[in-house]
């Protein structure tokens, strides 16, 4: 069973405004979408950007007909969704987040489970895997040593829990400890 790609791709949040003509910060910004000319949705308006400043990490941008401060604030807050047509196209190696959720991860020909999200942490970003068996989430970090191969095509990730510090029967309900090294998210 494929999934079908999402049509629209999530690139931020409307913060709080910057100036007085209408700019605003993105918080939770996905900058690579955020270019100028790009046409994005806030609630049910598209507009295009007209100007980008700031930082990849705190961007600040002013959409066409955002002209003042108290238009920018009366957007605080809803979600910023760029057409999936119009994401710029990723290197070898890398995906987005919506590809890479629900692949069944695997280590060798053994089903571990099913990736529930991606998440950025401040080194890395991480797979978060739901176990087969339940239990507890396992962090799965983004780097070749953890991952031996991505196939989107098949929904398939391979991952080496070796290189996790676990063993295929640590990974379930019955675990009673991570080894060490190990990654696990606390909930």
Do not use: N
Request: aromatic share 4%; net charge negative.
């Amino acid at each position: 069973m494929t999934a079908e790609p999402p049509q629209t791709l999530p690139a931020g949040r409307v913060g709080r405004p910057h100036g007085l003509d209408g700019s605003f910060y993105v918080t939770g910004a996905r900058a690579r979408l955020l270019t100028v000319g790009t046409r994005v949705t806030v609630g049910v308006t598209e507009a295009a950007i007209v100007r980008r400043s700031g930082t990849e990490a705190r961007p600040i941008v002013r959409l066409e007909g955002i002209e003042d401060r108290a238009a920018a604030q009366e957007l605080r807050g809803r979600e910023l969704t760029v057409q999936a047509e119009q994401a710029p196209s990723l290197q070898e190696g890398e995906w987005w987040a919506h590809e890479l959720e629900g692949c069944e991860v695997f280590d060798g020909d053994g089903r571990v489970g099913s990736v529930t999200r991606l998440l950025e942490l401040p080194s890395c970003e991480a797979l978060e895997v739901l176990p087969e068996q339940g239990g507890e989430p396992l962090l799965v970090p983004m780097v070749k040593d953890a991952i031996r191969g991505v196939e989107i095509e098949r929904r398939r990730i391979d991952v080496d829990l070796e290189f996790l510090g676990l063993e295929r029967s640590e990974v379930g309900p019955r675990a009673e400890k991570p080894a060490a090294g190990s990654k696990r998210l606390d909930r």
